[in-house]
C-alpha cells in the first residue's frame, strides 16, 4: 500500500473502502469485515450514507488495531455552523465508536461551513480528529476556504474518473497542497465503463482487469481512491494494482476518454444545490 503523507502531516493510505449505498446493516457489516480481512485500512463513511453505527460495530468486532485504521465521515448540510457542526462530530464519533477520527470531511460547500470550518479547526486542536477537508469544493471555494482560514484542508474528495478527470481542479488542489481523493472512482460503473474498449485493452496488455487499470491511473496521477464492491474478490481486485505501471501513451489514451463534465452529479446546477440543501438526515 502506498501511502499520502496530508498536509497536516500524517499519512493517509492509498487505497480505501467506500461504504456509500450500504444501508441494510448485515450487508454493510459483512462488506467492512471482508474490507479489513483483505486488507483495507481506509474505511470511508458519511452521515447521510447512513451507515456509521455498523461500520463501528464492523470494526470493533474485527480486533484491527485502532491504529493501523484510517475512519474518514463526513459532515453533512444540515448540520453546518460552529455548534451544529461540534454536534454532529460528536454525534458521529459515538456511532463508530472511536474516541478520534482520523479524517473529518465537510461533504458539500453548503450552509454556513466556515463556521463548520472553525468547530473543525478546534476539534484537531483537541486530538479528537487528525485531520480535516471538505468534500466536493469547486477551486473557487476552495481557494476562498484556503485563503481565509488558519488551517488549509488536509484532502478534497471529489468525484473523478475517467469519463470526468477534472484536471483544472487537480491543479489547484496541487497549488493550495490539498489532497485530491476520488469517489466514484469507477464512475459508479455508468457508461458501462467495465467494457470499455481502450480500457480493457491496456488492461489485456498488463493482464489486469478494467477496474484495475482505472485504479492504477487515479494513483499514476497521484489521486487517491475509495472504490466500493460488495464482492470479496473484487475488494482484492481492487487492492492488486501495485505489480503494474500504465506507460505514458496509455496514460494519454485514458485522458482522450474525459467528457469534462459529471453524469453523475452536476454540482454547477442551481437544481442540485436546491436538492442537496432540501436532504434532511435528521429530524
Ligand atoms: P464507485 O466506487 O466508482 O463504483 C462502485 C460500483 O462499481 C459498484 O456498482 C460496484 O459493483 C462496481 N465495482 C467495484 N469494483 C469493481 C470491480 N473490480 N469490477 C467490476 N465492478 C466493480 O462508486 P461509489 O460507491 O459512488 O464511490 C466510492 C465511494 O466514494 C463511496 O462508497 C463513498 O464512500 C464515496 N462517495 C462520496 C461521495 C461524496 O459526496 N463525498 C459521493 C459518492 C460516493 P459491486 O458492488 O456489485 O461490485
Redesign the pocket.
Known sequence: MEHKVLNHGIRMPMV???????TEENQCKQCVTDALEVGYRLI???A??GNEEFVGDAIRASGVKREELFL?S?LWIQDAGYEATKKAFDVSLKKLKLDYMDLY?I??PFGDYYGSWRAMEELREEGLVRAIGV??FPPERLIDLCMNNHTPPAVN???I?PFYQQREALQVMRDMDVAPQ????????QKDI?HNKTLAAIGKKHGK????VILRWHIQRGVA???????KE??R??LDIWDFELSEREMERIAMLDIGHSE??DNHCWCTAKQLNGFRIHA
Open positions: 480505501g473502502y467506500g461504504v456509500f449505498q450500504l470511508d463513511t458519511g447521510t450514507f474518514v463526513k470531511l461533504q458539500q468534500s466536493n474528495q471529489v468525484e474518473h476520488a469517489w466514484g472512482p469507477l464512475s459508479e460503473g467495465f482487469s478494467v477496474a484495475q481512491v475509495i472504490p466500493k464492491t460488495v464482492h473484487r475488494m481486485e481492487n453523475i452529479m
